[in-house]
């Protein structure tokens, strides 16, 4: 996509504010995009409508290009899309035992995430699991869960052939009671298409089981289908969400889009691989990077707009590099700290400044701090800030007052200061563009 739309953003004038022309073209190629990431024509058509709208007449931030500007518009859409309103991996397991019960059409992954998804509540939410299989189309499918079940030390329900789903959910249930269990995983059978038979069962599975979650599960690959699937089982049986599997293969993840969108129901988990440990919380920012498959533009264009003023960072880079490095500058440099989460956070980010990092933090230079910092340096006339070096007792009594703190506070702003302004000498010295401008890209 970053190849095919670079041709479309090279036409885009530079301007204050994207045209309609501008963002239909563009949006043709986000379309085109949406499509080959296997999402559905319908939700790619809407989400494009409600992209164009969105991006139409928006202000193009300076130190970015208009197209840059639609990728990040076109990337905060699909985040939102995509994106559930809680935690997608808050299950509701309280009151045990909470019935979990896992449904999809065979070979979806619903055993091997029946496994992964009991590890994962073994290992962080300290949940003590039972697994039943309710598969009695396959004989070794029963097996396949016991085995697993050793494997990640989850006790899995004893094997009594020849008992139908609902009986085996009965069984499970009352085994998940007796035994004290947080949470009883129901592993259901599954068909290579959804018919009556296959959902009868379910159904029957679920009026027994009462789950609190029943998750739908879904192979990430399968784009189109695992919609239509999705939209099956959500109509008649009812999930509450759904984990989808094989997203280390190399499909793009448009299903994850298509079926938030239809469905309305949050993505919770993904499947990574085949090994147990192999099962993540979803992440809707990886998936829509994925989707777009621009992961490398959306970074850059977010980390200009956190900058938010490379040409002012710029200007003050030639100011360093000559060594001058006055309270204004330090007041720019701490404004710029605050809108990126402080001090640390950022010098973490440049190469080679962790140390300073380290520095930096025991220096106090926490948001509260920097907050106070940039009051002392209001109190300050203009002068003042030009010139610190010309800030005598009465002056520092004064801006102390002024910003309601004392004059030692202010001692250690002017030392930080001095200490910043030969910082930045040295590092301005190193190399052409500096370190500084570098990490700024
Ligand atoms: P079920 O029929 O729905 O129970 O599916 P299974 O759990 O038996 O899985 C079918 C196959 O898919 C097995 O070989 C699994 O190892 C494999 N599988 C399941 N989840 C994933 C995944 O997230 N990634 C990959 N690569 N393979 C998976
Ligand atoms: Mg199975």
């Known amino acids: 996509l970053s190849d095919r739309l670079g041709g479309v953003f090279d036409r885009l004038t530079k ?15 986000v379309r085109v995009a949406l499509l080959e990431a296997d999402v559905s024509l319908p ?22 290009t208009p197209g ?65 299989s309710l598969d009695t189309n396959r004989p070794a499918a029963m097996e396949q869960l016991a085995i697993l079940g050793t494997q990640i030390g989850v006790d899995t329900l004893p094997i009594v052939p020849g008992q139908t789903a609902p009986q085996i959910a009965q069984r499970a249930k009352q085994q998940a009671s007796l035994g004290g269990y947080d949470v009883v995983m129901l592993d259901t059978a599954g068909r290579l298409h959804i018919d009556q038979q296959l959902m009868d069962e379910v159904l029957a599975v679920r009026d027994i089981a009462q789950p609190r979650e029943t998750l739908l599960v879904v192979d990430g690959l399968t784009g189109q289908d695992a919609v239509n699937v999705a939209t099956e089982f959500d109509g008649k049986v009812g999930i509450s969400g ?39 919380t979803f992440d809707a920012q990886r998936v829509a990077g994925r989707i777009l498959g621009m992961g490398d533009i959306v970074a850059l264009v977010e980390k200009a707009q956190q900058v938010l003023e490379v040409e002012q960072a710029e200007r003050m880079m030639k100011r360093f590099q000559k060594g001058l490095f006055n309270m204004n500058d330090l007041k720019g440099q701490l404004e710029q700290m605050q809108k990126m989460g402080g001090m640390q956070s950022i010098m973490g980010m440049m190469p080679g400044m962790q140390k300073m990092a380290k520095q930096a933090e025991a220096a106090g230079m926490d948001d509260k701090a920097i907050s106070r910092q940039i009051a002392l340096i209001n109190s300050m006339t203009k002068k003042e800030r030009a010139n610190p070096d010309m800030l005598q007792a009465s002056r ?17 702003l002017l030392k930080m200061q001095k200490q910043m302004a030969d910082t930045m000498k040295k590092l301005g010295k190193m190399g052409k563009g500096g ?7």
């Not at 938030?260 to 440990?277: C, N």
């Not at 009594?397 to 250690?412: Q, S, T």
């Open 396 to 412: 520092k009594k004064r801006i102390a007052a002024g910003a309601g703190m004392d004059v030692a506070e202010l001692n250690r």
């Open 43 to 64: 939700v790619a058509r809407n989400f494009v409508k409600a992209v164009t709208s969105k991006a139409t007449g928006s202000a193009v931030t300076k130190s970015i």
């Open 68 to 132: 840059q500007q639609v990728v990040k518009i076109v990337h905060d859409e699909l985040i939102k899309t995509l994106q559930g309103d809680d935690a997608p991996d808050a299950l509701r397991i309280d009151n045990p035992p909470a019935p979990i019960l896992m449904v999809g059409l065979q070979g979806s992954g619903k055993t091997t995430t029946t496994a992964k998804l009991a590890l994962r509540l073994k290992d962080r939410e300290k949940k003590r699991v039972l697994m039943a």
């Open 15 to 29: 301007q204050g504010a994207l045209t309609e022309d501008d963002v239909t073209a563009a949006m043709r190629e």
């Open 242 to 280: 759904v984990v989808l599997t094989r997203m280390d293969g190399d499909g793009r993840g448009g299903a994850a889009l298509s079926m938030r969108a239809i469905t309305g129901k949050p993505i919770r988990f993904v499947g990574l691989g085949e090994k147990m440990d192999a099962l993540e």
């Open 435 to 441: 370190m500084l401008k570098q990490a700024m890209r």
